[in-house]
């Protein structure tokens, strides 16, 4: 039996950190989180506690997000891009965090490089919840998670076709199928290859749960009988969007549209972290579609990140 307290103090920077019996726990909190909300019911949970965020990305669900949890947990967030804190200047990461480890109960941080948050993690006594680095978005994985339990139920039925930039939320999503023996096909160009520190997780772990989880350059062998097809931006933050124009052209053919749907499961669910290019990465009949589960997505990342913050945060 998973306790709460097991949690509390700990950081948030990958879901290769967890157990499927710990994802598990903090999906049905979720749950139990998002049943209050709407009921009506408080969850003031975290009262007087104060949570510092530091983006250097742009964002719009992340950070209103947290910043609605954080409120409706009755704690304050307090926002900055590091352009507007001497981290700028140059002051160290070390020193920032040791700073505001003195003001805050958590720190939610968006930013490039996965060793970013592990600075911040081991500078802070305080917990460090990872809102987007390069490698992985850990807090989209659980809205995502808790999207396709709601729809679909028990997750090692089914069968995932992604498709777009191999990047945070790809190497989340392989991660999150390798812990819960999914089949989940990533269809890309040749050429887009995962991090090497998720790959070798994600061979470990399907051999302890037989999921199936295939990259391939073939979008039909992705998309074919497939429960949820998921499509995700060809540019990302950071590295990926100064090859746009290259990439545009290189993902053409992995569009998700609707003739591409038809080989979907008739059921199945589309599904997207947002922000979406339409005519790009899918069509807007596609997202504006039946089989469009996108908003419902996006509002689970609020209830799925006051778990997050009501368990980690002590
Ligand atoms: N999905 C997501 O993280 O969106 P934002 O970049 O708007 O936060
Ligand atoms: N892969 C995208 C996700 C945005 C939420 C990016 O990093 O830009």
């Known amino acids: 039996m998973i306790s709460k307290l097991r949690f509390k103090g700990k950081d948030f920077l990958t879901l290769m950190d967890f157990s499927k019996e710990e994802i598990d726990f903090v999906l049905k909190v979720s749950e139990e989180l998002k049943s209050k909300y709407l009921r009506g019911e408080k969850h003031n949970y975290l009262e007087g506690k104060t949570i510092a965020m530091i983006f250097e990305k742009p964002s719009t669900r992340t950070r209103f997000s947290f910043q609605a949890a954080i409120a409706h947990l009755g704690a304050q967030s307090f926002y900055a891009m590091r352009s507007q804190m001497q981290l700028a200047r140059g002051e160290p990461i070390k020193d920032t965090a040791r700073v505001l480890d003195r003001y805050c109960d958590g720190l939610v941080i968006r930013t490039f490089g996965q060793e970013v948050v ?32 709601e729809k679909k139920g028990d997750f090692s ?23 819960y023996g999914m089949k989940a096909y990533f269809a890309r160009p040749k050429g887009y290859n995962p991090d ?18 295939v990259l391939t ?45 038809k080989e979907a499961k008739k059921d199945a669910i589309f599904m997207h972290c947002l922000p979406g290019y339409r005519g790009e990465e899918m069509t807007d009949e596609v997202i504006e579609g039946p089989h469009s589960v996108v908003f419902d997505q996006a509002e689970n990342r609020m209830h799925t990140e006051k778990a997050v913050l009501s368990l980690f945060i002590p």
């Open 118 to 149: 592990e600075e911040y993690a081991a500078y802070m006594s305080h917990p460090v919840v990872n809102a987007l680095t390069d490698l992985t978005h850990p807090c989209q994985g659980l809205a995502d998670l808790l999207t396709i339990k």
């Open 157 to 179: 039925k089914l069968k995932l076709a992604y498709t777009g930039d191999i990047w945070n939320v790809a190497q989340t999503l392989m991660v999150a199928a390798a812990i």
């Open 196 to 213: 090497k520190r998720i790959w070798k997780f994600v061979q470990e772990k399907m051999e302890e749960t037989e999921a199936e989880v």
């Open 217 to 261: 350059s073939d979008l039909s062998e992705a998309v074919q009988g497939a429960d949820v097809v998921y499509a995700n931006t060809w540019h990302s933050m950071g590295g990926p969007e100064k090859e746009k124009e290259k990439r545009i052209k290189d993902f053409k053919p992995y569009q998700i549209n609707n003739e591409v749907l």
